[in-house]
């Protein structure tokens, strides 16, 4: 198994558990694309071709929740898209392991990329949150001694998100996990990584449990 980077863009697409011997499709895209000349040339444009459907694909797949954008913005976000997507496959040919056929595990890197730049255009003109908006969606219970129990663990982690994290950590985790902000968007934001800012939640969320262990509480009992 091949350990892949945490928080990377492109770790979902690049993620193979065993070697499997590839089938002649595949082998033949690895030769091509690894060639000089014009077999290479001519192999980088059917990948681009193949890399462009998808993306137009997600963009096409996402167009109703961005009623603001024009066609031609989404053509240019599936371009870009598409062009990223190609530098990253030909980068990781070497990750390619055959758990699929080469064009299914490629194509992935043309969705994952039109999916962030979607979500970072939704974004463009919003605020990130970086304090919370509502503690009290957390607090509701179907019973009265559920709501009586629930009040008492948000409360106990208002207090230790305060106290016990990092300022960094506070924005991060009340961002990520109280506002719903995409991570992607937070760490263009932020001017950091994916990486690091799920490095940054997992500290967060440790401090927080040893905090409310000390007092008896559960965080995972916020579901």
Same mark, same amino acid.
């Given at each position: 198994?091949?350990?892949?980077?945490?928080?990377?863009?492109?770790a979902?697409?690049?993620?193979?558990?065993?070697?499997e011997?590839?089938?002649?499709?595949s082998r033949a895209w690895?030769?091509d #694309?690894? *060639?000089? /000349?014009?077999a290479? &040339?001519? =192999?980088v $444009?059917r990948?681009?071709?193949?890399?462009?459907?998808?993306?137009?694909?997600?963009?096409?797949?996402?167009?109703?929740?961005?009623?603001?954008?024009?066609g031609d913005e989404?053509d240019?976000i599936?371009l870009?898209?598409?062009?990223?997507a190609?530098v990253s496959?030909?980068?990781?040919?070497?990750d390619?392991?055959?758990?699929?056929?080469?064009t299914?595990?490629?194509?992935?890197?043309a969705?994952?990329?039109?999916?962030?730049?979607?979500?970072k255009?939704?974004?463009?003109?919003?605020e990130?949150?970086?304090?919370?908006e509502?503690w009290? #969606?957390? *607090?509701? /219970?179907?019973?009265p &001694?559920? =709501?009586a $129990?629930?009040?008492?663990?948000?409360?106990?982690v208002r207090?230790a998100v305060?106290?016990?994290?990092?300022?960094?950590?506070h924005?991060?985790?009340?961002?990520?996990?109280?506002?719903g902000?995409?991570?992607d968007v937070l760490a263009d934001?932020?001017?950091?990584t994916?990486g690091?800012?799920y490095?940054?939640?997992?500290?967060?969320?440790?401090r927080?449990?040893?905090?409310?262990?000390e007092?008896?509480?559960?965080?995972?009992?916020?579901g």
């Amino acid at each position: 198994m091949r350990a892949v980077a945490a928080g990377s863009v492109e770790a979902v697409a690049v993620i193979d558990l065993v070697d499997e011997p590839l089938d002649l499709e595949s082998r033949a895209w690895l030769a091509d #694309l690894r *060639a000089t /000349g014009a077999a290479h &040339d001519a =192999a980088v $444009a059917r990948l681009h071709a193949l890399l462009l459907r998808a993306a137009r694909f997600e963009t096409a797949r996402r167009r109703p929740t961005l009623p603001h954008l024009r066609g031609d913005e989404l053509d240019d976000i599936a371009l870009e898209a598409a062009d990223d997507a190609l530098v990253s496959v030909l980068r990781r040919l070497d990750d390619f392991r055959g758990a699929s056929r080469f064009t299914t595990w490629a194509y992935k890197f043309a969705l994952l990329e039109a999916a962030v730049k979607l979500r970072k255009r939704a974004w463009q003109a919003r605020e990130v949150p970086l304090e919370p908006e509502s503690w009290q #969606l957390f *607090a509701g /219970g179907t019973a009265p &001694d559920e =709501a009586a $129990a629930r009040s008492e663990l948000v409360s106990a982690v208002r207090i230790a998100v305060a106290t016990e994290l990092t300022p960094h950590q506070h924005r991060v985790l009340v961002a990520l996990a109280l506002n719903g902000v995409p991570i992607d968007v937070l760490a263009d934001r932020l001017g950091t990584t994916r990486g690091a800012l799920y490095k940054t939640l997992h500290d967060a969320r440790r401090r927080l449990r040893a905090a409310l262990a000390e007092s008896g509480l559960d965080l995972e009992e916020m579901g």
